[in-house]
């Protein structure tokens, strides 16, 4: 399944976008909005709690070196998440 959330700045092409992408690989795909329901967010919780959605982590960063992440993340090019470990100085 893939969840996906459409650009309101460029609804028309977002939309058609995905349409087309799904056209050329057909999956399971289930539409949320940017301000889901208790119950979405419910449902998502269970699932990353199972272990059927995992983050993927690109690099883990201690706190001391967070300007250094965001650098990063402005320079493009991150193929995961970032996360900054707040036990580690």
Known sequence: MVAL???PDRL???M???GLRAALRPRKIKLFSN???ADRIAELTAS???GHVRPVIDTIFPMAE????HRRLEAG???GKYVIDMQRS
Not at 66 to 69: D, H, L, Q
């Open 48 to 50: 990353a709690e199972a």
């Open 66 to 69: 967070v300007a250094e992440a």
């Open 35 to 37: 301000d889901p329901s």
């Open 77 to 79: 090019g991150v193929r």
């Open 12 to 14: 028309i092409g977002s």
């Open 5 to 7: 959330a459409f650009d």
């Open 16 to 18: 058609l976008g995905t």
